[in-house]
């Protein structure tokens, strides 16, 4: 069935420092990938998304690339900030379903 | 606006009891995909409704249904609880304009323990 492999499951990183998570999806059909911030105790919010016709995208400190021959897309955070500290889901699929990762827990140390 | 709204926040009940949850999409938008996210995991799609009618389902048991109503609001059931159901149910609402795929808002979600 259709999967999504995130990596890795922990991040620790000091403040200042680049935060780099990756996935990988098995369902040559997904045409759009969503990443979310959850906070504890808190709903996911959506912080940045690509569709399959994009190849990078990007918004102040977090970027996206997409890689479809591959199936693989990444999510980078530079300069991070002790606000950053959440987990992160990555999500692959189109318009009728979405498929999540299992999450990356990004701890942003001062 | 509300944003995406659910209730109720928590829900405890018993092996082999049923359960209504309760979904108010973001105004709006026209779809509402559930999910089922267990402690310390990613959100598992249960299932998407569209035009009232369920468009797309994941690998959940037909313990699992749903309706969506005209105003668009949903409600999620599950028969037979099993201990392993307890979790948390998210709602997401989205608006689909044909097979376009916009942002899914999530709710704040219902958590549902199972003794």
């Known amino acids: 069935g259709e999967n999504v492999e995130q990596h890795p499951s922990t991040l620790s990183v000091q403040e200042g420092d680049s935060a780099v998570i990756k996935c990988t999806y098995s369902?040559?059909?997904?045409?759009?990938f969503p990443w979310y911030k959850q906070e504890l105790g808190k709903r996911p919010q959506l912080i940045i998304d690509?569709?399959?016709?994009?190849g990078e995208k990007k918004d102040q400190r977090i970027a996206v690339t997409l890689n479809k021959t591959a199936k693989h897309f990444s999510l980078h955070i530079t300069e991070t900030q002790p606000e950053d500290s959440a987990v992160y889901f990555c999500?692959?699929?189109?318009?009728?379903?979405?498929?999540f990762g299992a999450g990356t827990r990004l701890a942003v140390h001062p | 606006d509300a944003g995406v709204t659910q209730s109720p926040t928590h829900l405890i009940k018993t092996r082999g009891q049923q359960v209504t949850l309760r979904c108010s999409p973001k105004?709006?938008?026209?779809?509402v995909s559930w999910y089922q996210q267990a402690l310390g995991q990613g959100p598992q799609f249960i299932f998407q409704?569209?035009?009232?009618?369920?468009?797309q389902r994941g690998n959940f048991p037909d313990r699992f249904s749903g309706h969506q109503f005209p105003n668009y609001s949903s409600e999620l059931n599950v028969n037979a609880l099993l201990l392993g159901d307890s979790a948390l149910y998210l709602c997401?609402?989205?608006?689909?304009?044909?097979?376009?795929?916009?942002?899914?808002?999530f709710g704040p979600g219902t958590r549902l323990t199972v003794l």
């Open positions: 997401a609402s989205s608006l689909v304009s044909g097979v376009t795929y916009n942002e899914q808002f």
């Open positions: 369902d040559s059909a997904s045409n759009y």
């Open positions: 690509i569709r399959s016709n994009v």
């Open positions: 999500g692959s699929g189109g318009y009728n379903k979405l498929i």
């Open positions: 105004s709006g938008h026209d779809t």
């Open positions: 409704y569209y035009e009232e009618e369920e468009r």
